[in-house]
Antibody, heavy 120, light 109 residues
Framework: QVTLRESGPALVKPTHTLTLTCTFSGFSLSTTGMCVSWIRQPPGKALEWLALIDWDDDKYYSTSLKTRLTISMDTSKNQVVLIMTDMNPVDTATYYCARTDSSSWYFDYWGQGTLVTVSS | QSALTQPASVSGSPGQSITISCTGT?????????VSWYQQHPGKAPKLMIYDVINRPSGVSNRFSGSKSGNTASLTISGLQAEDEADYYC?????????FGGGTKLTVL
């Protein structure tokens, strides 16, 4: 059974750095073909893909946010971490992690999401 | 990349069929058979309904089907049921990125 769970702060101050952790089970990022993505959704708005890391530790980022994002993995802990710098109120959103297909990048299992509010 | 274009809303009566379109460009939808569709109920995480344009994951009703023509992909839901009322998002792979549509709110009348 595949499960993913996001964790991190609910409130972040403007200009500060956000660190989110995705803890998963039911698959291993050491297995060829496995990937995990981060996706966010501002309140009442559409989904936005942020970053992907694959089993070979290759990393891919949203073109518009790549200067602010870092994705990494700890295969021993079954965790993927997303760091987003210079947070702004427009970054207020629910952040999801999702297992991702390595060929066509569809997201077959999602975490429940974690709401991050950026406010002073 | 710009978001894929979806109608803001569609509606239908129980038992009817509806289609949601998702228009991209020759760089994304038109260039790859890597379109996926997601259903999202309020307050819930998205759920994969269709992948690679036409494929249904195990457990998804066969009332859901996908297709593509040129730069436009479509999701069709037949035999509408009250539980189908939700937001629907399309997504397309494009050159080491993924873009989503703006979402479509489906109302079952």
């Amino acid at each position: 059974q595949v499960t993913l769970r996001e964790s991190g702060p609910a409130l972040v101050k403007p200009t500060h750095t956000l660190t989110l952790t995705c803890t998963f089970s039911g698959f291993s990022l050491s297995t060829t073909g496995m990937c995990v993505s981060w996706i966010r959704q501002p309140p009442g708005k559409a989904l936005e893909w942020l970053a992907l890391i694959d089993w070979d530790d290759d990393k891919y980022y949203s073109t518009s946010l790549k200067t602010r994002l870092t994705i990494s993995m700890d295969t021993s802990k079954n965790q993927v971490v997303l760091i987003m710098t210079d947070m702004n109120p427009v970054d207020t959103a629910t952040y999801y992690c999702a297992r991702t297909d390595s060929s066509s990048w569809y997201f077959d299992y999602w975490g429940q999401g974690t709401l991050v509010t950026v406010s002073s | 990349q710009s978001a894929l274009t979806q109608p803001a809303s569609v509606s239908g009566s129980p038992g009817q069929s509806i289609t949601i379109s998702c228009t991209g460009t020759s760089s994304d939808v038109g260039n790859y058979n890597y379109v996926s569709w997601y259903q999202q109920h309020p307050g819930k995480a998205p759920k994969l309904m269709i992948y690679d344009v036409i494929n249904r994951p195990s457990g998804v009703s066969n009332r859901f089907s996908g297709s593509k023509s040129g730069n436009t992909a479509s999701l069709t839901i037949s035999g509408l049921q009250a539980e189908d009322e939700a937001d629907y998002y399309c997504s397309s792979y494009t050159s080491s990125n993924t873009i989503f549509g703006g979402g479509t709110k489906l109302t079952v009348l």
